[in-house]
Each structure stands twice: as structure tokens, then as C-alpha cells.
């Protein structure tokens, strides 16, 4: 599934608070995939434990934020496909 496409998906956008931290989180994971200039700042933000704004992203797409956390943190997320 392409990030437009995840975007545009009903169940996913039940309010536009959680479109803005569905599009926040995806950015910050693409940062630290991608070792951009912001990196650090993306780690720390999905570090947190506390960070109330993952967790709920997390778990509007039905994932646990603590094991969806380790398993960004550990590089799991795919590269992206050529188009």
C-alpha cells in the first residue's frame, strides 16, 4: 500500500487530528529511514514513551505502539519501492 493510498483510506481518516498525526508520523518514520537532517529529532520523537500522538496513530491502525516503536527503531520498515 502507498502512503497516498493509506492516507486516502476511510477507516484511517476518522478526524482530521488524526490524519495530522498519521501524516506526522509517517514523515518522521521516513526521516529516520532515510537518515535525514531532522533524524535525531524524528528518533526521539517515537522514542517517547509518552508520546501520546504515536500511540494514537498506532492504535487507530489497530497496531500496539510499544512493539510498532521497537519495531521502527529496529529498521523494519521497508525501503521504498521504485515506481
Same mark, same amino acid.
Given at each position: 500500500?502507498?502512503?497516498?493510498?493509506?492516507?486516502?483510506? +476511510?477507516?484511517?481518516?476518522r478526524s482530521r487530528i488524526f490524519e495530522l498525526w498519521l501524516r506526522v508520523t509517517l514523515d518522521?518514520?521516513?526521516?529516520?529511514?532515510?537518515?535525514?537532517?531532522?533524524?535525531?529529532?524524528?528518533?526521539?520523537?517515537?522514542?517517547?514513551?509518552?508520546?501520546? *500522538? *504515536?500511540?494514537?496513530?498506532?492504535?487507530?491502525?489497530?497496531?500496539?505502539?510499544?512493539?510498532?516503536? +521497537?519495531?521502527?527503531?529496529?529498521? +523494519?520498515?521497508?525501503?521504498?519501492?521504485?515506481?
Amino acid at each position: 500500500m502507498q502512503i497516498d493510498e493509506l492516507l486516502e483510506h +476511510k477507516r484511517l481518516l476518522r478526524s482530521r487530528i488524526f490524519e495530522l498525526w498519521l501524516r506526522v508520523t509517517l514523515d518522521a518514520i521516513l526521516t529516520l529511514r532515510n537518515q535525514g537532517v531532522y533524524a535525531g529529532q524524528a528518533r526521539s520523537w517515537i522514542e517517547d514513551p509518552e508520546n501520546m *500522538f *504515536f500511540d494514537m496513530v498506532c492504535e487507530g491502525m489497530g497496531h500496539e505502539p510499544g512493539r510498532l516503536r +521497537k519495531w521502527i527503531l529496529r529498521g +523494519k520498515v521497508a525501503e521504498p519501492r521504485d515506481q
